[in-house]
């Protein structure tokens, strides 16, 4: 079974920073990737790795503005977000599969495992 706990979360001002971390344990992943849903909104892909080869993805809403990155010996993924905005509020999950080849990585059904989630809130 795998686990996924998240941290780093917060309350912001625009423009702020915070970093969330990801540490996953159990068995081989294909991918680690965020997640993120606004009050009243559905569920969005934010960015994510795949892990065997280090592969990163973005979306266009994070793009210039959010790096991910791991660390392979804490089994962590890490997602620096700047220049924060109001619209990047929510709950961020961090979500990860099982490895067994290709599974496209912005789609939320393609995830196995889940965790609880952290709040980002960006409010001045």
């Known amino acids: 079974q795998v686990q996924l706990v998240e941290s780093g979360g917060g309350t912001v001002q625009p423009g702020a920073s915070l970093r969330l971390s990801c540490a996953a344990s159990?068995?081989?992943?294909?991918?680690i990737t965020w997640f993120r849903q606004a009050p009243g909104k559905e569920r969005e892909f934010v960015g994510g790795?795949?892990?065997?080869?280090?592969?990163?993805y973005y979306a266009d809403t994070a793009k210039g503005r959010f790096t991910i990155s791991r660390d392979n010996i804490k089994n962590t993924m890490y997602l620096q977000m700047t220049g924060l905005k109001p619209e990047d509020t929510g709950i961020y999950y961090c979500?990860?599969?099982?490895?067994?080849?290709?599974?496209?990585?912005?789609?939320?059904?393609?995830?196995?495992?889940w965790g609880l989630g952290t709040q980002v809130t960006v409010s001045s």
């Open positions: 159990g068995r081989r992943l294909y991918a």
């Open positions: 979500a990860a599969n099982r490895a067994g080849g290709y599974r496209p990585i912005s789609v939320d059904t393609e995830y196995d495992y």
């Open positions: 790795i795949t892990w065997s080869d280090g592969h990163i």
